[in-house]
């Protein structure tokens, strides 16, 4: 057992102090979640000694950070969700997946064309992107949001921590000098069964205990509703809804398509960011899912401006995790972490899980738990025998999707669109990562051992 010193520990008492009176404010006494953040974030500052000048500055610093990635793909993304609603789009999409599945598969439906979907995008962006399906399946198929919205987000979680080309896989597998073939092949043994155990069966052991409201505003906004006239073709609405994700494939791979640094280089990644797709995308769904439905010029304003309201308390919920989670970082709680991570003196692939899980639960953020960890890591894996660095970085992903929480913009993210409570959200969602996290590691080391 590493000895730990008086401040490191008073910093992770601290920490864990803030994060349950952070929830009993929000669940119990109802506090307005974004002003509880605020406020418990200051409050652990000034306890844990940061100077008062830096505050403010690091609770603004954070949450910038996180809505100036976020605020614009929930923006574009819910745009692109109230095209395909209001042209039927997401009828045509949601009746193929029923008809292909079956209404009792759903769960499994979901699964897939998450693990699919998301590979190239952000777990934000894919979530945006698919959450207008997902409630017309829900309520076509009359399939409670949690049975069938938890094995969406399992799938996009999956393929965002552990799935190489995707962005944040991506980090801790350059880090650690992996393969990239060979990462994204031990990923999908890992990954596929991982996200079947957290997403459908976990989805079906959980969804009878949790009651959601009949009323959900975002359900309102984003599910298909109008069948009065002709729904739009398949290939043509499944074309609007991936062009995103094919433009962001495209730009991960921009130096197999053109010299690094060339002017087309810096193109194709342009176009290939993940708010660049997806202006595209939303543009290009104002033409296809617009224009040639018959809609007006008025009447696509009227769709793109209406379906922002619902999202303001989202947008604002996430930067104050975000917010929340910078705090975290500056007032030492990351630094504790790793100094009882490393005194612990565990195995390697233990260490990197263990490592990220804990940067995970302090900064809510996995991609940087996912470059910390890796970071952590890496220089000792090089000096050391036997070590199989793809399976590194998958044991290093695996941890940094544990236990999502209120520092989290996910949590929030998927609280609001399913309109859950806080302790729903926890049973549900929270548990789902860790689950993920913990079938990460265990399907991670039986490849370790036969390696």
């Not at 043994?189 to 991982?194: K, R």
């Not at 100094?339 to 302090?362: E, F, K, Q, S």
């Not at 695996?398 to 989290?408: E, W």
């Amino acid at each position: 057992m590493p000895v730990i010193d008086p401040h490191s520990m008073f910093l992770l008492i601290a920490a864990l102090v803030s994060v349950i009176g952070l929830i009993v404010l929000v669940a119990v006494v109802k506090l307005n979640p974004v002003i509880t953040l605020f406020v418990t974030a200051l409050s652990l500052a000034v306890v844990t000694g940061m100077p008062m000048t830096q505050v403010i500055r690091s609770f603004e610093t954070g949450m910038g950070g996180v809505l100036g990635h976020i605020a614009i793909i929930v923006a574009l993304g819910t745009m692109l969700g109230k095209m395909m609603a209001e042209s039927g789009a997401s009828d045509r999409i949601a009746y193929t997946l029923i008809r292909a599945f079956g209404e009792k598969n759903v769960p499994w439906a979901m699964v897939v064309i998450a693990l699919i979907v998301g590979l190239p995008a952000f777990f934000e962006v894919g979530f945006v992107l698919l959450v207008p399906i997902l409630f017309t399946v829900a309520r076509r198929t009359n399939t409670s949001l949690v049975l069938a919205g938890m094995p969406m987000v399992a799938g996009l979680s999956v393929v965002h921590g552990l799935v190489p080309p995707h962005p944040a896989a991506m980090l801790a597998v350059t880090a650690f000098g992996a393969n990239v073939g060979r990462t994204i092949f031990y990923a999908l043994i890992v990954g596929v069964p991982t996200a079947i155990i957290a997403g459908p069966l976990y989805a079906k052991l959980i969804a009878p205990h949790i009651e959601l409201p009949e009323e959900n505003p975002m359900a309102d906004q984003l599910s298909g509703h109008d069948e009065s006239h002709k729904l739009p073709g398949f290939w043509l609405s499944v074309l609007t809804i991936v062009l995103p994700v094919i433009l962001m494939l495209v730009g991960s791979w921009a130096d197999v398509f053109s010299p690094p640094g060339s002017t087309v280089n810096n193109a194709i990644r342009l176009v290939g960011n993940d708010d660049m797709a997806l202006l595209i995308g939303a543009l290009f769904s104002f033409i296809t899912l617009g224009t040639m439905r018959g809609f007006s010029r008025e009447m696509i304003l009227r769709f793109s401006t209406e379906c922002l309201a619902p999202t303001a308390a989202i947008t604002l919920l996430i930067g104050a995790g975000g917010g929340f989670g910078r705090v975290l970082q500056d007032c030492g709680v990351s630094n504790a972490i790793m100094t009882v991570a490393l005194g612990a003196h565990v195995p390697l692939l233990l260490l990197a899980w263990l490592l990220a899980a804990l940067i995970r639960l302090a900064t809510g953020s996995s991609t940087v738990a996912m470059t910390t960890a890796a970071g952590i890591v890496a220089p000792i894996a090089l000096h050391s025998a036997g070590m199989h660095p793809e399976l590194l970085a998958i044991a290093t992903g695996a941890g940094a999707l544990i236990f999502s929480h209120v520092n989290d913009g996910g949590f929030w993210l998927v609280k609001e669109y399913y309109n859950m409570s806080v302790g729903q959200t926890m049973k549900t969602w929270s548990v789902s990562e860790t689950i993920i996290a913990v079938m990460g590691l265990f399907f991670t080391a039986i490849l370790w051992h036969f390696a």
